[in-house]
């Protein structure tokens, strides 16, 4: 009997010992998937809280063939929450990338492109030969300044009528 | 010794029930968290329509003091020809000298007024020169439930010279916000290239355009 309890005795502390090991291993896997979870929450927050816009009227975006390379000029507006980094600016017309040839100003004058401010881009391309009322496809992407260590991105797609 | 293995037993079971459900709990507030801060984020967008929008080619943009005179209290301007519909109210000095001049109403004309001050007998007249320049009036009514910061809207003509709505609106209200229901009607000096046949207004990422009357 007394080999029976000593017997039963270690059994059950062997028992909390492998209960102990195996909640601690699940606490500290528990911990790092709601670390995760909280991750991928402040990056989903950023990109909720990023958002540009077209601004102005699409049927007349500002087109002018009187200068080599030819420039377009359109509108973004800040519609988000986070302050956006103008730098970062992507500008696709008609599939094609035109980032190495962009001038911002910030509307008006300002440092930060908040959602206040506008941002007057103008673009420009040799490659271009557009005429007055012709369609193109106009593309942004941006992102915002680093917040609480995430930077958010948004995408702006809109087709758009030239105006020379 | 059976009874305390059983009490050991219960004890690792509890212990491991209770750890469960605080990490489920946890995961839980997590989750919830996260949908509210990302559903926060998602604001609905503007609702609105552009009423109407006339552009007034002779309307008096500027009103300048000649000469301030003598003797009035400070009251009223209008014109004195034509019946385009400028008013202006002024101000006087201590001596009862015009100092400064605000317009209320700019009109339409075909060519500068002259401009009047109503109904008083000075001790010596003012004197005024008016100008006239173009000007866009419209009319926009906020159709959906949301609150709008005059600031957040931008106004366009031809898609080119962009106006912040909350640097020029001064419709009696001193209000900065565009309220559900409300028409606001917006006038502003288009200083750029003739002639303008649009106007577009953004606000929030919606953008609507109208033909110029």
């Known amino acids: 009997m007394a080999d029976g309890g000593a017997s039963t005795f270690i059994l059950l502390i062997t028992a909390l010992l492998v209960s102990g090991s195996v909640s601690a291993i699940l606490i500290n896997q528990w911990g790092d998937m709601s670390s995760a979870l909280e991750e991928n929450r402040k990056g989903k927050e950023a990109d909720a809280k990023t958002s540009v816009s077209f601004a102005g009227d699409a049927m007349e975006v500002g087109y002018d063939d009187s200068v080599n390379p030819n420039v377009m000029t359109f509108y973004l507006q800040n519609t988000g929450q986070y302050v956006l980094d103008e730098s970062t600016l992507v500008v696709i017309v008609d599939g094609i990338s035109v980032t190495s040839s962009i001038t911002t100003t910030i509307l008006p004058g300002g440092a930060d492109w908040t959602d206040v401010r506008l941002l007057e881009v103008e673009v420009s391309s040799t490659s271009w030969s557009y005429q007055n009322d012709d369609s193109v496809s106009l593309s942004a992407v941006v992102s915002s300044e680093v917040t609480a260590g995430y930077r958010g991105t948004s995408t702006m797609n809109i087709e758009v009528r030239l105006n020379v | 010794m059976g009874a305390s293995v059983g009490i050991g037993g219960l004890i ?12 489920v709990a946890s995961i839980d507030a997590k989750v919830d968290s996260s949908l509210q801060t990302i559903d926060s984020a998602n604001e609905a967008l503007p609702t609105f329509t552009i009423d109407d929008a006339t552009l007034w080619e002779g309307a008096v943009v500027d009103v300048l003091i000649g000469g301030g005179g003598s003797g009035y209290t400070n009251g009223n301007l209008v014109s004195s020809t034509g019946n385009g519909g ?8 201590g001596s009862g000298a015009i100092i400064g001049v605000a317009i209320t109403s700019h009109g339409n004309y075909s060519s500068a007024p002259t401009i009047v001050v109503q109904g008083q007998t000075p001790t010596s007249s003012a004197t005024f020169v008016s100008s006239i320049g173009n000007f866009i009036h419209s009319n926009v009514t906020n159709t959906g439930s949301q609150i709008t910061p005059l600031r957040e809207i931008w106004i366009f003509s031809d898609g080119e010279n962009p106006t912040n709505l909350g640097s020029i609106y001064s419709g009696g209200s001193n209000s900065p916000h565009w309220y559900s229901g409300e028409t606001l009607h917006v006038q502003w000096a288009e200083s750029g290239q003739l002639p303008v046949s649009r106007v577009a207004i953004s606000v929030k990422g919606v953008s609507m355009a109208s033909t110029l009357a």
């Open chain 2, 12 to 23: 690792i079971g509890m212990t491991m029930l209770v750890v469960f459900s605080m990490v």
């Open chain 2, 86 to 93: 400028f008013t202006g109210t002024f101000t006087v000095d």
